[in-house]
């Protein structure tokens, strides 16, 4: 049976990272846009996020103003707590 890519990323690690960007507009520098990146990635090196920040650096006009990263794993230990009755209101 096989897995999907997230899938098995997540079973490998990854968690789902969120990047807030802001940069500047090339023509208005004193102007800030907000992007948000998000993908699959390993914390806390985030090399997919880093990947993506190269490209950015090297390949687009805006320059970078700020990065606030968010990160969560999907898979991990239940969350589950034990609970001694169950009292039914009708």
Do not use: C, N
């Amino acid at each position: 049976m096989a897995t999907t890519t997230d899938f098995g990323k997540q079973l490998q690690g990854y968690g789902l990272t969120t990047a807030h960007i802001l940069y500047r507009l090339p023509d208005h520098p004193r102007i800030l846009q907000s992007y948000v990146w998000q993908d699959y990635d390993l914390a806390p090196d985030f090399p997919q996020l880093e990947r993506f920040l190269a490209f950015w650096r090297s390949r687009l006009e805006g320059a970078l103003h700020s990065v606030e990263v968010a990160h969560k794993r999907l898979i991990g230990p239940s969350e589950w707590r034990k609970v001694d009755a169950v009292f039914g209101v009708h």
